[in-house]
């Protein structure tokens, strides 16, 4: 059978000191990628030597495409092919690949002083040339086109398909349909059949503190696994949350756009996995409003074809969905339990609500092992700063560095610090969520630390741990109250950020089922929590 190599090429590599072009290479080899071919300029020069133990290292064949053939003495001691456009003999390079149209090759004489030659202009490529101009075995075409689905190349008898594209192709979303005759396995992984003997695991929202502590937790703790994480972009692998397992060989990532029916029916068809973990999420409560109609199609549309998905083609997946305690809105009793009545204010707690209710109904519907989690406020060290823990830690860092440098700083502006929430850590939650699909009957389940605490608390510590002790001068009306530090104000009550309804509403999760049925608990405090985050943004914030 003839074989299929596909090529990632780059056109201008800007070589970062980070672990990028590593994740890069870590994700083409994910997918099968045989090359990897980057454009000769300087950076590649000067970069050759870590450029070509990284190729090495995910077993990437490394072609350099060269223009001035003088260059090619630069480095051609470190690469496996060179691409050349104008036919010259090369005595002292092996590989080398010859770049080529149909019409300039038809005129080329020693054909086999190249060992090989990419066709770069296959529609006018006929049967007749084939056999005209012997066209054998170093012969490979090279695809910019996307529009290949009514080519045909079996006639041709051509060994070797190079696919090249300038943006990373998720093959699962763009190849399925290629109609190439008897080069479906190629095109179209079967991750079923491949990973038959692990645990297949899909989890959405990887780059996210829940869905990345998720990856992490499963790596680390679970034997025989390979997990299918989905991004938006290419671009998302660069993510500050995702370093620590894009190189995993028990993860692979998958770009996915989660409102994408026919895409992602695609994908689970391939993978059919054992366990689906949703934890993507439009997710600032402040802002939804301005956004509602996305937050409906990524919190409610998306579960649904997830749920379409197990429904029609593999009914023994078991599904977790995470819910939010925005659901009940304002709260009638403290501790809340699921039989709380549900009334929530804001779209986010709507599109939540309403995918509770879809587990539900497609759970008892069609007997499905479908779990819905309500989870409360839960922090950690990957929370964005868009988050007010995050802020709040971030913040009294650098009103800390700046006070050792003798610089007074522009005082935390936040809300209301008498808002009360059950606040844990995302690393504990996790837990949990393996622990829900591992149980023999499927339920609904509240995840909380079962206290709550005040945004004044999370202030507190966090200015604490950095040896920072604030007198508060709480004012009757709440814009006027302050926090001092040695005569400067170091905390503000700003407007802009208070909400009066934070008053009503008494965030306090009733976590008793779970703690019974999943034989699980909170191990890490609501102090740890919060002393944690301050010395992660100790590293980051310089």
Known sequence: MNKINFIYTIKNLSFYTDNSFENLCSYLKSFRYNFIKLTYNETIECNIKKIKLLTDKFNINLIISIKNIENIKNVEKFIDYIEIFTPKKILNV????????IKKYKKLRNKDHYFHIILNNIFDLKWKD???YEIKKHIAIEFENKNIQYIYFSNFGINNFYISYNTIPNLLNEWSNTEIVNYDNYLKYNFNKIYKKNKKVLITGITGQDGSNLVEYLINNIKDIIIFGTIRSALMLKHDNI??????KSFIPIILDLCDEKNTKLIFENIKPDYFFNCAAQSI???DDKDS?????VNTIAPLIHMECIRLIHK?????????SEEFGLTNYSPQDLNHNYEPINIYGISKLSTHYLVKYYRNKYNLFLCHGILYNHEGIKRGVEFVSRKITSEAVRIKKELDKNIIPNPLQIGNIFSKRDWSDSEDFVRAFWKILNINKPHDYILSYGKSH????IIDIAFETLNINLIWKIKKNPLKTTAVYNGNILVKINKKFYRKENEKRNFLGDNSKSKTILDWDIKISFKELIQKMVKQDIKLII
């Open 293 to 297: 109609i996305n937050t409906l199609r």
């Open 130 to 132: 084939i056999k005209k």
């Open 285 to 287: 409560v402040n802002k």
């Open 454 to 457: 005040t945004v004044k608390d």
């Open 316 to 324: 023994q997946c078991r599904y977790f969905s995470c819910g939010s």
């Open 94 to 101: 092996k590989n080398i690949i010859l770049n080529i149209s």
């Open 243 to 248: 370093k620590n397992f894009i190189s995993n």
